[in-house]
């Protein structure tokens, strides 16, 4: 009887760690010292899709988990989560420095590309379904994953970020509080400049592009409207899709107080901007999903 108790405890226990936070260590290459959590479920699809997803700035890793819905729809669709931490920069992401801006360089990116391949390799993942999403420093991070490493993300999702590179080479803290507001206040570069920042992230690279969904708030006063507009300049140069539409009211998936900017046929590079939306522009995780091709 007491083993069987034990045995119940044992499998309780087991049963309450699937779908929440949980640490891992040891994780693989890792020079700026991320902690890395993932969220797996109690279903796991065979050959997972994998989400990693991007604190904002002054947040953490239980906090982004708890600040969307995506959890539940892992439970339901058998992804797994990835949610990296930094402690720098007041928790945000190093997304000025070189290391971080080059394919195979270090920074904070090279230790997500090594939670990520731990992951794929822990619960067989899928490879060909692997993503980035965040909000405000974890957007902006997120542009620079699909920039950096295009041969490992299939698609990304900036809510409320800015450009690759925008911060590139800043001294200063790369946050929207910090002294250095160019970036944050929507620096200009024309859709060419843009994308020579990308390419010059992983020279001699011909393969796929990641694809890649901007919302941003029109109210949004610490990363402005612009700095959306510019990351739609960026993918749209690099992706090769030209804006062919512009979707208002009950035609927008994302809420009726967005406008949705349509490039090419939509699958590659969408964007919206939301009437009366602030700092950070709320996910919507259906949307999201389906942009990823993770539902119908």
Known sequence: MKASTAAFGLLASASLAFGALQQVTNFGTNPTNLKMYISVPSKVASSPAVIVALHPCGGSASQWYGGTKLPSYSDSLGFILIYAQTTKYSNCWDVNNA???????????????????????????DKSKVYVMGGSSGAMMSNVMVGSYPDVFEAGAAYSGAAFACFAGSKSDPTPMGSNQTCAQGLIHTPEQWAQYVYNAYPGYTGKRPRFLVAHGLSDTLVRPQAGYEQLKQWSAVLGVANTQNLTGSQVDEGSQYTKMVYGDGTKLVGYFGQGVGHIAPPVEPVLLKFFGLTA
């Open 99 to 125: 290391g971080s801006l080059t394919h195979g360089g270090n920074g904070d990116a090279l230790g997500i590309i090594s939670m990520v391949n731990y992951t794929l390799e822990k619960y067989n993942g």
